[in-house]
């Protein structure tokens, strides 16, 4: 018998009217009978703060650990070292940054996600995001709210993305998608940065610059957007010094993890109109705090922020995708069966190099 721990995000009333709600507590990936089928024991909860909640109640035995890039359960080197029996750590999503992942190769902990299965619904939303910024939508809207009908406020901070330069930090699966569906604006250029060139087909086919200085990209771009990992070397990488090289008023999106800006220097830059538009729907904590900067920060001329909870990578197409994926990396678990590469973040051959 295997234990199976996941955090999943509450889904509340819209999950219980919607079964294909797949990633929440109340649907349970659509695995629960099918594990208990088996045997297993499969604990399911959003409960995952401090030491009394169910995430660190439950992680000291289970063999198995799921969570969601939308309501992680952090496990950090101080937990996993509790983590007396735990052997495989899947993201049901893509993206593994709420796990330390070297005390993860030190205790042997194999760590998989469900590689793609975000990637269309997060380059949909960036381009949705991009769109929202530019054409001043979100003020509008609250204009209407309010009942009021000056066009004029609205106009005097709205372009096309005709004849802009747009870029992307990071040309990944997600950043290359993202260009993809930019080609159909007519853009004067996209370009972006990454530490690896894009194959000259690939590059050829959006017809896409690299820009190598990160300073010089920047302050190249009318639209930044963040498509890159979250890690040692991208944590704080959009900071107060590299904001004074964007060109002033450009609009930056983040869709790839909270914490690869600085959120108290994008904050300023808004204020300041360095920056004319933030939106993204990541947070470096998650859930994000009712007093975070970033829900209430404005630029100017009061508008600029579209910020929104963490969903782009959970449409119902995505989590159907990625609770797919769950379930296949769990039925090769508990029979022996090796793992898709494309999944692999920690594998059984990183703890044989160990012990060499």
């Not at 063999?63 to 950090?76: A, S």
């Not at 080197?77 to 052997?87: C, F, R």
Request: glycine content about 8%.
């Amino acid at each position: 018998m295997v234990k199976v721990l996941a955090i999943l995000y509450k889904g509340g009333q819209a999950a219980q009217e919607e079964p294909r709600l797949l990633g929440t507590v109340e649907n349970q990936l659509g695995i629960r009978e099918w594990l208990t089928s088996q045997g297993h024991e499969y604990i399911v909860s959003d409960d995952k703060e401090g030491p009394d909640s169910v995430f660190q109640k439950h992680i000291v035995d289970a063999e198995v650990l799921i969570t969601t890039p939308f309501h992680p359960g952090y496990l950090t080197a101080d937990i996993i070292s509790k983590a007396k029996n735990l052997k495989l750590c899947i993201t049901a999503g893509v993206g593994s940054d709420h796990i330390d992942l070297n005390a993860a190769v030190e205790k042997k902990i194999q760590v998989l996600e469900v590689s793609g299965s975000n990637v269309v619904s997060v380059a949909e939303h960036v381009v949705m995001s991009i769109l929202l910024l530019v054409r001043n939508f979100v003020p509008a809207h609250e204009m209407i709210e309010r009942g009021d009908w000056q066009v004029s406020d609205i106009a005097r901070n709205a372009f096309d993305l005709e004849n802009k330069v747009i870029g992307t930090i990071g040309a990944g699966r997600i950043g290359y998608r993202v260009l993809q569906r930019l080609v159909a604006f007519d853009c004067k250029e996209l370009i972006y940065f990454d530490y690896a060139p894009l194959p000259d087909a690939a590059a050829k086919n959006v017809k896409a610059r690299r820009v190598e200085d990160l300073k010089e990209f920047v302050a190249q771009c009318d639209v930044v957007t963040v498509n890159c990992p979250l890690h040692e070397g991208t944590k704080g990488l959009v900071n107060a010094d590299l904001l004074k090289s964007f060109k002033k008023g450009a609009y930056l999106v983040n869709t790839a993890r909270g914490a690869i800006c600085d959120k108290d220097a994008v904050a300023a830059a808004l204020k300041s109109g360095q920056l004319s538009g933030y939106s993204g729907d990541v947070w470096n904590v998650q859930p994000a705090p009712k007093d975070h900067v970033w829900r209430t920060m404005k630029n100017p001329l009061g508008g600029g922020n579209g910020m929104v909870p963490h969903y782009s990578g959970t449409t119902l197409d995505a989590q159907a995708r990625y609770a797919n994926g769950t379930k296949s990396i769990l039925e090769n678990y508990l029979n022996g069966k090796p793992q898709e590469a494309q999944n692999i973040i920690i594998g059984l051959s990183e703890f044989t190099s160990c012990t060499r």
